[in-house]
């Protein structure tokens, strides 16, 4: 069975700081792998996605994530945390031929929480 | 220009009436989405149509029924929802329905704030 874990529920970081929330993953096949940020009481807006090709991605916003085959990780990350940065992030899986074909596979969320 | 529209921002309804959630988009996508999803949750899709038809219903209780009306539109229709319904609804587009590749991206609307009384 295809599962994406956010093992943090929240992230705490000071402005200015780098940053990085974590994403792994379990499927068979190669997954596409995206992210997605969620700020309070708005729709997701998607971040950037991997496909193939450059294990480095980067994404709206200065974010950036990187692709991890033999840790089955894509974390997201940014140099510079902004506080506008704070906001619930989604790591998301598909795989082709799937058979929960359109069917996008959410971890759990992680809550970024950027001070001042 | 990636913008989903969705319409009413709020809702409050009670468990006898019949209400509709509208979605829009105009980038010419053939694959839209219905998704629920619950406070500081992942959303869980409820439904797929594309070009138009139903493709995916993932078992989704009768009393939430999708319509499709043209390419650019996407209704969710309710009807005697309970209290555990109350969720924001998502919209979803993406350029191409789903497919063996998965390569398609879905861009969401802001979604509709349902509260059942």
């Known amino acids: 069975a295809q599962s994406v874990a956010q093992p943090e529920d929240q992230v705490n970081v000071a402005e200015g700081n780098p940053l990085t929330v974590k994403c792994t993953y379990s499927?068979?096949?190669?997954?596409?792998l995206f992210w997605y940020v969620q700020y309070p009481n708005r729709g997701l807006q998607f971040l950037l996605k991997y496909i193939t090709g450059d294990n480095l991605v980067k994404g709206s916003y200065g974010f950036e994530a990187e692709f991890n085959k033999s840790q089955t990780s894509f974390h997201l990350k940014k140099p510079s945390a902004l506080v506008s940065d704070s906001a619930l992030y989604f790591c998301a899986v598909r795989t082709p031929g799937s058979s929960n074909t359109g069917k996008l596979i959410f971890g759990q969320g992680t809550t970024l929480q950027v001070k001042p | 220009d990636t913008e989903v529209t969705q319409t009413p921002k709020h809702l409050v309804m009670g468990m006898t009436n019949k209400k509709s959630l509208k979605c829009e988009q105009h980038?010419?996508?053939?694959?839209m989405y219905w998704y629920k999803q619950k406070a500081k949750k992942p959303p869980e899709l409820m439904f797929v149509?594309?070009?138009?038809?139903?493709?995916i219903n993932e078992s989704v209780p009768s009393r939430f029924s999708p319509e499709c009306p043209n390419s650019s539109l996407l209704n969710l229709h309710l009807h005697a929802l309970q209290p555990e319904d109350s969720a924001l609804y998502l919209c979803a587009s993406s350029q191409d329905p789903p497919s063996a590749t998965g390569l398609e991206t879905q861009y969401f609307g802001p979604g509709t704030r349902l509260l059942v009384l």
């Open positions: 149509y594309s070009y138009e038809k139903l493709s």
């Open positions: 980038m010419g996508h053939r694959a």
């Open positions: 499927v068979s096949g190669n997954p596409y």
